[in-house]
C-alpha cells in the first residue's frame, strides 16, 4: 500500500488538486482522548484510490482545503461508525463530512451485521486480517514511525473496496439512499445535539420538580466546566455526586461535606460554586421548573415494548435488515409514550424511509391494540 505523509500547507493543496473531480473518497482519524473533554486530533487518512494520503495535523496550519473537501457535495465521504470522527471534524475544523456512506450502518442495513467493527467488516468482505501492532500507539508523538504511518494508511486503504461492495449491494436493494439518509440524519443530529445528562441517572424520575431542577442546574455546571478545562466530565463530579447535591440541596460547606460524596480536591477547588448554584435554584419560581421525569414503564406497558420488538424484528426480516438499524433501543419506549399520550420529540431519523415502512406499522399496531 503506497502513502505519503503530508507536513505542510503546499503539499496539501498538491496532493488534494490531484484528485480533484473525484466522486468518492475514504476517510479516518486518528486522535487521542485520555484525559481530555474533546478529542485531540492527530492524523487524517484520506484515500482516492490505491494511495493513502496521511495529513498530519500538527504540521499543517491552512485547514481549508480540508474543510472544503468534507463539505464538497459532490464528493461522498465514506468513513466507518462515524461518530467519532464527526466529533473531530465538528471540533478542529467547524464543519462536518457530508455527503456520508457510513459502512458500519451499510452493513445493519444489509443484514450483514450489527455494530460490526472494521476489522471483522474488512475480513468478512476482503478476507484481509488488518494489523493490529500499533493499536494502542501514541499518534501524537512526532515523529510518526513507518509502522505507524503504514497502519494508517492500511486502515483508510481497504474502506474503498468494503464501501464498493457495500454500495453494490445497497443498489441491488434499492437501499443506497437509505444509507446516505442516515447519514444526513447523523450529521443534522450531531450539529444540534444538547443531550440532557439527567437521563444517565437512573434514579433521576424520583426527584420531585424542585430536585429535578437542581440536577439540571449541576449537570449543567459540570459540562461548562467541562468544557471550559477540558476535562472529562468525570474529572469534575461523578453522576452519583450530582445526583447527592440535588437530593440533599447543601447550603453550607459543612453541609456539602457531610452530605455529598466529594473528594477533598473537589470541595477546595468547586465547593462555593456548586454552593452558588444550589442557592440560584432556590429562586427559581415553581412555574419554571421542569417537568417531572417519566417513571419505568409498568407492566401492561413492557408487554406492548415487548410486542413491538417482535413486530420490528418481522419488518426486518421482511427488508433484509438487522431490526437494530430499523430503530434503537430508545425508539420503543419513546414511541410507547407517545401513544400514551406524552409528548415526545420525534428523532430525525423517525423521518424518511422509516416513517412509511416502520413507524406507520408500529403505530398502527399500537393503535389497534388500544
Known amino acids: 500500500?503506497?502513502?505519503?505523509?503530508?507536513?505542510?500547507?503546499?503539499?496539501?493543496?498538491?496532493?488534494?488538486?490531484?484528485?480533484?473531480?473525484?466522486?468518492?473518497?475514504?476517510?479516518?482519524?486518528?486522535?487521542?482522548?485520555?484525559?481530555?473533554?474533546?478529542?485531540?486530533?492527530?492524523?487524517?487518512?484520506?484515500?482516492?484510490?490505491?494511495?493513502?494520503?496521511l495529513v498530519d495535523p500538527l504540521a499543517i496550519t491552512d485547514t481549508t482545503p480540508l474543510a472544503e473537501l468534507l463539505t464538497d457535495p459532490r464528493l461522498v465521504k465514506v468513513l466507518h461508525s462515524a461518530s467519532e470522527d464527526l466529533e473531530v471534524f465538528q471540533r478542529w475544523l467547524g464543519v462536518l463530512p457530508e455527503p456520508l456512506f457510513d459502512t458500519q450502518r451499510a452493513t445493519a442495513l444489509l443484514d450483514m451485521g450489527f455494530g460490526l467493527g472494521y476489522s471483522g467488516l474488512v475480513k468478512l468482505i476482503c478476507d484481509v486480517d488488518l494489523p493490529k501492532g500499533e493499536t494502542r500507539s501514541d499518534w501524537l508523538q512526532r515523529p510518526l514511525t513507518d509502522s505507524q504511518c503504514e497502519y494508517a494508511a492500511q486502515d483508510v486503504a481497504w474502506l474503498l473496496p468494503v464501501w464498493r461492495h457495500l454500495e453494490d449491494k445497497c443498489e441491488a436493494q434499492q437501499k443506497d439512499g437509505w444509507v446516505l439518509a442516515d447519514g444526513r440524519d447523523a450529521v443534522a443530529t450531531f450539529r444540534?445535539?444538547?443531550?440532557?445528562?439527567?437521563?444517565?441517572?437512573?434514579?433521576?424520575?424520583?426527584?420531585?420538580?424542585?430536585?429535578?431542577?437542581?440536577?439540571?442546574?449541576?449537570?449543567?455546571?459540570?459540562?461548562?466546566?467541562?468544557?471550559?478545562?477540558?476535562?472529562?466530565?468525570?474529572?469534575?463530579?461523578?453522576?452519583?455526586?450530582?445526583?447527592?447535591?440535588?437530593?440533599?440541596?447543601?447550603?453550607s460547606m459543612e453541609e456539602l461535606k457531610s452530605r455529598v460524596e466529594l473528594p477533598h480536591s473537589v470541595q477546595r477547588r468547586h465547593g462555593e460554586d456548586l454552593l452558588k448554584v444550589l442557592a440560584a435554584q432556590r429562586e427559581v419560581p415553581e412555574a419554571e421548573l421542569p417537568a417531572r421525569l417519566p417513571g419505568p414503564l409498568d407492566a401492561a406497558q413492557r408487554r406492548q415494548l415487548k410486542d413491538m420488538k417482535a413486530q420490528v424484528r418481522a419488518i426486518a426480516a421482511e427488508l433484509g435488515c438487522a431490526p437494530e438499524a430499523l430503530l434503537q433501543g430508545k425508539d420503543y419506549e419513546l414511541l410507547l409514550r407517545e401513544f400514551h399520550g406524552e409528548a415526545v420529540e420525534q428523532p430525525l431519523h423517525w423521518q424518511g424511509w422509516r416513517l412509511d415502512l416502520v413507524l406507520a406499522p408500529l403505530r398502527a399496531s399500537l393503535g389497534g391494540a388500544g
Not at 431542577?213 to 467541562?226: F, K
Open 1 to 53: 500500500m503506497e502513502w505519503q505523509l503530508i507536513e505542510s500547507d503546499a503539499d496539501l493543496q498538491a496532493a488534494l488538486a490531484a484528485v480533484a473531480g473525484s466522486s468518492v473518497v475514504a476517510v479516518d482519524t486518528e486522535f487521542m482522548r485520555t484525559n481530555t473533554f474533546y478529542p485531540k486530533v492527530a492524523l487524517v487518512q484520506l484515500c482516492f484510490g490505491d494511495r493513502a494520503l
Open 192 to 251: 444540534a445535539s444538547s443531550y440532557d445528562f439527567t437521563k444517565r441517572i437512573k434514579t433521576a424520575w424520583k426527584l420531585d420538580k424542585r430536585a429535578l431542577g437542581r440536577l439540571v442546574a449541576v449537570c449543567n455546571w459540570r459540562e461548562e466546566m467541562a468544557r471550559s478545562r477540558n476535562k472529562p466530565r468525570g474529572w469534575i463530579i461523578d453522576d452519583q455526586a450530582c445526583l447527592q447535591l440535588a437530593q440533599n440541596d447543601p447550603q
